[in-house]
């Protein structure tokens, strides 16, 4: 039996939309295990990328940032495309690094804390002289997406090194010994707003093609 010819062609057309959102959608919801602002836009060189992939996911979440920090979409596209790839690369879940950014440095690529950190995900370049040689120097800090693949990296090492994810990122911040997790707490609610946006999307979507 053709299951598709079964099938009313609107549903058909809803599955076949619907469907791969949810599955990128679910799958950015794992928690991965130890083991296992407006001159931004302005700021970040367009040579310094490669394309982004096509991905309804990451399209979402490049409209959703672009409007909420107030970042060309362009820019952002680069950014978030940055973030999917880095995160592949080392393990990590895709929507905590992007809202490692998010609390770091609201997607600002020349943000400068008081303490040193540079970046998109606030680097402190006196306690990673290893890691940037391989960049090229601490020059690389201001390269959105150098910055963004080395704050993964540093990231998915803390996780590991500490043996959670909590910890991993108390770590990060630099507030290990905090008992309160304060650091942890934002991030993990900023990746629980992103999902959500992405879980949204995706029912709107499923409404908008049943017509109901």
Request: charged share 20%; proline share 5%.
């Amino acid at each position: 039996m053709n299951l598709r010819r079964s099938l009313p062609r609107s549903l058909v057309l809803s599955l076949a939309v619907a469907v791969p959102v949810m599955a990128l959608t679910l799958a950015a919801d794992v928690a991965y295990a130890p083991e296992a602002a407006e001159h931004a836009a302005s700021c970040v060189p367009a040579e310094v990328f490669t394309s982004a992939p096509a991905d309804p996911a990451q399209a979402i979440l490049v409209k959703y940032l672009s409007r909420r920090f107030l970042v060309a979409a362009e820019a952002t596209e680069r950014m978030v495309g940055a973030a999917y790839r880095a995160s592949r690369d080392v393990g990590l879940d895709p929507l905590l690094v992007l809202a490692v950014i998010s609390v770091e440095s609201r997607f600002n690529p020349i943000a400068e804390s008081v303490m040193g950190a540079r970046g998109l995900m606030q680097i402190i370049p006196k306690y990673h002289p290893a890691k940037l040689a391989q960049y090229g120097g601490e020059q690389a800090l201001w390269d959105p997406e150098s910055n963004i693949e080395l704050g993964a990296r540093i990231l998915q090492e803390y996780v590991y090194r500490t043996g959670t994810l909590e910890g991993g990122l108390q770590f990060y911040n630099g507030a290990f010994s905090d008992g309160s997790a304060t650091y942890a707490r934002r991030v993990m609610v900023e990746r629980s707003r992103l999902l959500e946006v992405l879980q949204d999307r995706a029912a709107l979507t499923t409404v908008a093609l049943h017509g109901s």
